[in-house]
């Protein structure tokens, strides 16, 4: 199993969960707080009861997709395991040929197909695609190789790098910024890699291939507005 090292701030990535406490009870009467609607002294407003926040004030973060697609990925390599007499490649190219109805289906509900269409009609548009999809290809191939060949560890290793490679990527190409405590974060992160490679030398291709081709990925997927 793996896991991910986030560096992105709140508006980007996994944001926090504010209570606001504080504020609720700032300012706030007796009747407020304890629950009760206490009616406002004589010559005062009326005041609005406590509410609790909505959905606008606290929007979406993304938290629970994200956990429940790495732990789906974690849980990944069992799976290869049981079908490991399954080349690689063909093992590739059967997830490309039945993901691309499942992806139709979604297309169709959701009313892309205008959005599709003029994809397809976009040269440029296309060449980034093309070029991303042969990055995810590799990044693909060669998890499944290796994992199915008893580098689970190595393959492992290759996501505990990537988000390091999204934090160079971010910062010297799309002119991101980090705060103090970010990069304090990064440091701690890239120290436990470098002792985790420590252990790895003869197989770091693997691990290297797998991050430098999943960061570089969705580098290209930021410039396709697809």
Known sequence: FHFIVSSRGAG?????????VDRALEGA?????????LGPRRGEPRRQPFMEPTAKEHPKTGLGA???????????PLYLLLVKEVPALEFVGWRIIWTLPLCLLIVLVRKQFSQLRDALRNPKTMGWLLLSATLIAVNWV??????????????SLGYYINPLV??????LLLKETLSRLQWLAVGLAG?????LIGGALTTLWISLTLALSFGSYGLIRKQVDV
């Open 12 to 20: 980007d990535g996994l944001g926090g969960v504010g209570l606001g």
């Open 191 to 195: 120290l436990g890699v470098s002792l």
């Open 29 to 37: 009467e007796l009747g407020h707080v304890v629950g009760l609607r």
């Open 142 to 155: 060669v998890y499944v190789w290796a994992i199915q060949n008893g580098n689970v560890y190595a393959a």
């Open 66 to 76: 994200a956990v429940g697609a790495y732990v789906i990925w974690g849980f990944l």
């Open 166 to 171: 999204n934090v160079l990527l971010g910062t």
